[in-house]
């Protein structure tokens, strides 16, 4: 059985810019397939052609081996076997919490009451909230509401469910333990699922694979890691957080990182020419020349912030006219903020392209 098949999707609201341009995508059955962008990428509305809450102008796409559009085929929604979360909860305000669960079983073949009740009990207990079956939806907080509306999502055992931003309403602590747990759920229950987000961290910990969308169009699918390995544009590596640019260029004399001199131990065997270099906070590490001459790139750089958080230090350098971020677990370097500290990396570690072709080195 696939999951879902996505066929050269177009869809446009006026204008000549397409929301979704001649977009195509296979997911695997089992599979939580991320979609990540930003604002204005198409997320959205990639998500609502799935549900049928949009309809796209042209191409085609199956659930479980069934075409639910194109060629002439147009399934509504409620016919779909989804189950959907949405940012907002939306649940019925009238109907208890078990009532809200139960919900979408009545709908599916006749179910005996006894059975819908037990199987929305079961469901509830999943998301570890059986004992607020009897209260309404405002007698219980947000990060309960979004449990039990994914209860909801999951008491049907549906072919594909939907996920739009449901995190994203809830407070810090909250976002962490529920993204913890959908993560568990998906593990256990092996459900296959399409998750809309725009933070890089959630994408990454909850997907088996992540499409990074730029207008419209997949910049680039594929596993957290590989992502963020090897992204393949400079617009993937910025929105997975990569976001420390430098500009690096080999001259016959020597090296510029930002225009000022860099001693490079080992070029890698870059040719004479100018590359973007992105580079992951955790990959740059400041100190004494002394304590930096074994990296492959050094050069001299001011220290214009020095940020505590907790688990880590955030150390933020003037390079030239920009700023780059380093952050290490050690909080024992002993620069003064406003000193001059030497920054060390490895070339190999950096994602390159070269300037003029954006395309990977
Ligand atoms: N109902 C609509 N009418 C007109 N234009 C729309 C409509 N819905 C979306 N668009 C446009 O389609 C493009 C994609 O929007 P979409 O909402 O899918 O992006 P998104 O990546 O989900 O953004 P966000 O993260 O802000 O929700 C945008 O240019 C948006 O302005």
Redesign the pocket.
């Known amino acids: 059985m696939s999951g879902v098949e996505i066929a050269r999707l177009c869809k446009t ?3 000549d ?1 397409p ?2 341009d001649e977009l195509s995508l296979a997911i695997e059955p089992g599979e939580m397939l991320v979609l990540l ?12 052609c799935l549900s049928g809450l949009e309809r796209p102008d042209s191409g085609e796409i199956s659930i479980a081996d069934q075409r639910v559009f194109g060629d002439r085929v147009e399934v509504p929604t409620h016919r779909r076997d989804l189950g959907m979360v949405f940012q907002n909860y939306a649940l019925w305000p009238h109907m208890s919490v078990v009532e809200n669960v139960e919900f979408p079983l009545r709908y599916r073949g006749r179910l005996p009451r006894e059975e819908r009740r037990r199987r929305a009990h079961e469901a509830l207990s999943l998301v570890e909230c059986e004992h607020l079956g009897d209260r309404l939806p405002s007698q219980i907080s947000g990060g309960q509401q979004q449990r039990v509306a994914l209860a909801r999502a999951l008491v049907g055992e549906p072919s594909l469910i939907l996920f739009d ?1 449901p995190l994203s309403n809830l407070d810090y602590r909250l976002r962490v333990q529920l993204r913890q747990q959908i993560r568990e759920l998906h593990r256990s229950l092996g459900f296959t699922g399409v998750y ?1 987000t ?1 933070d890089q961290t959630e994408a990454m910990q909850l997907g088996s694979r992540v499409v990074v ?1 730029e207008r ?1 169009r997949v910049a680039q699918v594929g596993t957290p890691e590989q992502l963020f390995r090897s992204p393949k544009s400079p617009y993937v590596a910025d929105f997975l957080g990569i976001d420390n640019r430098v500009a690096l260029e080999r001259k016959r004399e020597g090296w510029l990182a930002n225009g000022l001199p860099a001693q490079v131990a080992d070029g890698h065997g870059l040719p004479e020419g100018r590359y973007d270099l992105f580079l992951r906070a955790s990959d740059i590490s400041i100190g004494t020349p002394a304590a930096m001459a074994g990296y492959g790139v050094t050069l001299a750089a001011t220290l214009h912030d020095k940020v505590f958080a907790g688990e880590v230090t955030e150390w933020i350098l003037q390079l030239g006219d920009t700023r780059i971020r380093a952050v290490s677990g050690h909080h024992d370097v002993a620069a003064l903020v406003g000193e001059r500290v030497v920054v060390g990396f490895e070339l190999k570690s950096a994602v390159v392209f070269r300037s003029e072709a954006s395309t990977p080195y």
């Open positions: 609201f006026g204008g810019v929301a979704i962008g930003p604002s204005g990428c198409g997320k959205t509305t990639l998500l609502r931003e809309v725009h969308l419209g």
